[in-house]
T-cell receptor
Framework: DQQVKQNSPSLSVQEGRISILNCDYT??????FLWYKKYPAEGPTFLIS?????DKNEDGRFTVFLNKSAKHLSLHIVPSQPGDSAVYFC????????FGTGTRLQVFP | DTGVSQNPRHKITKRGQNVTFRCDPI?????LYWYRQTLGQGPEFLTY????????KSRLLSDRFSAERPKGSFSTLEIQRTEQGDSAMYLC?????????????FGPGTRLTVT
């Protein structure tokens, strides 16, 4: 069973606009949630995390929101830049990381 | 370069052969993880070590797979009698076990193709 789900396989956003990537999870025992970015031919790169006791964490252009009652988290990128074009993975932690299937973000000029 | 390194980057092998991959973690990291990623999927956990102790193995890790981290530094993942279904990207990651967020840093992966 898929404990972490990213239902949108792709997203296309204009440069300068907001990108919103979504993730749903099923296990309320997860203690941390993380977002990773992956370029082709590279391993995933850690982007930002949030503890299950928080509802928001911000780092520069990246903000992660956690809604525990809905078991939903989202990553906001503002403003989006062409260099943000990559596959974004949501992951949830319980000793090990459980990843979603990824969302391919394309930022066009 | 002080990131996680993996060798080889690509491996093509015939069905039934054995293969071994190596991972060198970030030097001060005491946790080391192996993941497998197939097309259209996120990385799937295989196993992890804290220092030289292998603490958990996924049921994905059949008895044809074995991982070692003999001195708590680099790790090897061996697949015996490879099958076409083993074709995937094998990712290694390392982290510090701080008791807080386990922010794992990934290597570039080894792409295995079994023909």
């Amino acid at each position: 069973d898929q404990q972490v789900k990213q239902n949108s396989p792709s997203l296309s956003v204009q440069e300068g606009r907001i990108s919103i990537l979504n993730c749903d999870y099923t296990n309320s025992m997860f203690d941390y949630f993380l977002w990773y970015k992956k370029y082709p031919a590279e391993g995933p790169t850690f982007l930002i995390s949030i503890s299950s006791i928080k509802d928001k964490n911000e780092d520069g252009r990246f903000t992660v929101f956690l809604n525990k009652s809905a078991k939903h988290l989202s990553l906001h990128i503002v403003p989006s830049q062409p260099g943000d074009s990559a596959v974004y993975f949501c992951a949830a932690q319980l000793d090990k990381l459980i990843f979603g299937t990824g969302t391919r973000l394309q930022v066009f000029p | 370069d002080t990131g996680v390194s993996q060798n080889p980057r690509h491996k093509i092998t015939k069905r039934g052969q054995n293969v071994t991959f190596r991972c060198d973690p970030i030097s001060e990291h005491n946790r080391l993880y192996w993941y497998r990623q197939t097309l259209g999927q996120g990385p799937e956990f295989l196993t992890y070590f804290q220092n030289e102790a292998q603490l958990e193995k996924s049921r994905l890790l059949s008895d044809r797979f074995s991982a070692e981290r003999p001195k708590g530094s680099f790790s090897t993942l061996e697949i015996q009698r490879t099958e076409q279904g083993d074709s995937a990207m094998y990712l290694c990651a390392s982290s510090l076990a701080t008791g807080l967020a386990y922010e794992q840093y990934f290597g570039p992966g080894t792409r295995l193709t079994v023909t």
